[in-house]
């Protein structure tokens, strides 16, 4: 995305889209929107947009993967093509690889994968409108399909992106700001166990400004994961399971 | 924590338990500081003077002695595979079907059991490390030949068979016809006739969908006859 001229925080103090410093985009969240995946999620953070599905844990064709005293975890992340504003090409590129990899590693501390041995949890994560953080969406719309699949995990997890725009920090950054911007920061834990399982820095930040880009994100995730709580409360208590 | 209904209490993962509750892995975990949490969504519910898990979602691991109903996925050279409704591909061995020697030269497999047919094994042996073993030996066990089988999820069965039986109970009195609920999640229906069946897999499917809701049982008893009204079974 292309934007020229933009002033990421106006003379207001507030950003571009309005939002303060610390604010949230608006978040939506839905558990169990596929029929066919044995859990899933789709998680909105403002225009981002992301789908979840969790299958398994299954035998997978390829038992040479298998290991002996665990549950494999398979994630893929993927972005739409039409995803962006220009076509994005439905091969899986260097970054999708690499993402996939990181929410992987964002998973598999909490995902309980010793009580599957030689079996494997496939997570697919789809991006249906990228606007920014979504990885970070990405790795909360995993951890509640997960939930929804009855897979065994220590806690849910939530994720935010902390970044820096023209000295100021800000919370869950979109395109623009990431774009603009000075400095990025996803994270992604656990708050019920105090565990961080994500955590990239994209940029330039002094020490006083880490920490309290990482209060501030760890802030953020505990609302994301209180959300993520009463989403699925709604399922069991009021909706019907849609399984 | 929230009190989802009485005495219930509802929980997700990561949420702390009351070291009392009774529920072994994988509905539970506990966690370095020695905090028992939950590792699924479930309730808590008091049941005398026990605290018991009920999970809400939940995947099939076999267990010796558990009576399943298996679908035949595949056929090996002295035994078949058979889907269980579990991460794990059970193995039924021919000689333990058949009850008699058997040359592969000579016998067709696929002649006693296909790809695609049920059949009711118990499980003999699971170890994690390898493939479940299964047997046909036992009263009512081998090829399901007539009715139908439905499949819900693993953790809904219980609610199928109800309080000592209570909801097993209104589906087969009311409608004559045999149900088993097997632990993995499929029920095998047997009615005198198609549309009894139907009515029954309709009421199967209820369960699965209104499982926690309460009054569940006489809301069931009502559909089925209702449902028996509209179909011409009874007037």
């Known amino acids: ?79 739409a093509p039409f995803s962006t504003s220009d076509r994005k090409s439905p091969a899986p590129s260097r970054r999708e690889i690499e993402l996939s990899k990181v929410i992987r590693e964002a998973l598999e501390p909490i995902v309980l994968t010793k009580q599957f041995p030689r079996t494997a949890i496939d997570v697919f994560i789809e991006v249906l409108q990228a606007d920014g953080g979504t990885r970070t969406t990405g790795v909360t719309a995993a951890s509640l399909a997960l939930a ?82 009463e989403v699925l409360r709604w399922k069991y208590n009021v909706g019907g399971d849609s399984k | 924590m929230e009190q989802a209904s009485e005495g219930r209490i509802l929980v997700l993962p990561g949420d702390p338990l009351d070291p009392a509750v009774d529920a072994q892995p994988p509905y539970v975990y506990i966690d370095e500081n020695g905090v028992k949490r939950a590792a699924v969504p479930g309730f808590v519910s008091r049941r005398g003077d026990r605290l018991v898990f009920i999970g809400l979602e939940g995947i099939y691991i076999p267990k010796p002695g558990d009576v399943v109903i298996g679908l035949v996925s595949g056929i090996g050279v002295t035994n078949w595979f058979i889907d269980i409704n ?67 999820s693993p953790a809904r069965v219980p609610r199928v068979i109800g309080r000592k039986g209570s909801m097993l109970e209104v589906l087969t009195k009311e409608t004559g016809c045999e149900v088993f609920a097997a632990v993995n999640g499929r029920v095998h229906v047997k009615c005198p006739n198609k549309e009894l069946e139907a009515i029954v897999v309709l009421a199967v499917k209820t369960i699965e969908r209104e499982a926690f809701t309460s009054g569940l049982t006489a809301r069931i008893r009502k559909l089925i006859e209702e449902e028996m009204v509209v179909r011409g079974v009874k007037s």
Request: avoid cysteine; proline fraction near 6%.
């Open chain 1, 1 to 79: 995305m292309k934007v020229e001229g933009v002033k990421l925080i106006r003379e207001d103090g507030l950003r571009h889209d309005g939002r303060r410093p610390e604010d949230l985009r608006p978040i939506r969240m839905e558990v169990g929107v596929l029929s066919n995946a044995d859990g899933s999620a789709l998680v909105e953070f403002g225009r981002t947009r992301v789908l979840a599905a969790v299958y398994g844990p299954r035998e997978p064709p390829q038992k040479f993967m298998l290991l002996p005293d665990r549950a494999i975890l398979r994630v893929r992340y993927h972005m």
């Open chain 2, 86 to 152: 579990s991460p794990y591909t059970a193995v039924l061995n021919v000689q333990d079907f058949l009850g008699r020697p058997f040359n592969p030269a000579t016998d067709d497999l696929s002649r006693y059991l296909d790809v695609g047919d049920y059949v009711k094994v118990k499980v003999l042996a699971f170890d994690r490390t390898r493939s479940p073993l299964v047997t046909v030996q036992g009263q009512g066990l081998g090829k399901i030949v007539e009715g139908k089988v439905v499949e819900i």
């Open chain 1, 148 to 229: 929804d699949a009855g897979i065994p995990m220590k806690a849910l997890v939530g994720g935010v992106a902390v970044g820096k725009v023209e000295g100021v920090l800000v919370l869950d950054i979109d395109e623009v700001e990431d774009s603009m911007g000075e400095a990025d920061m996803p994270v992604a834990g656990a708050p019920d166990l105090g565990l961080i399982t994500l955590l990239q820095l994209n940029g330039v930040m002094t020490e006083e400004e880490f920490q309290k880009a990482l209060d501030m994100a760890w802030d953020a995730i505990r609302r994301i994961v209180d959300m993520e709580k």
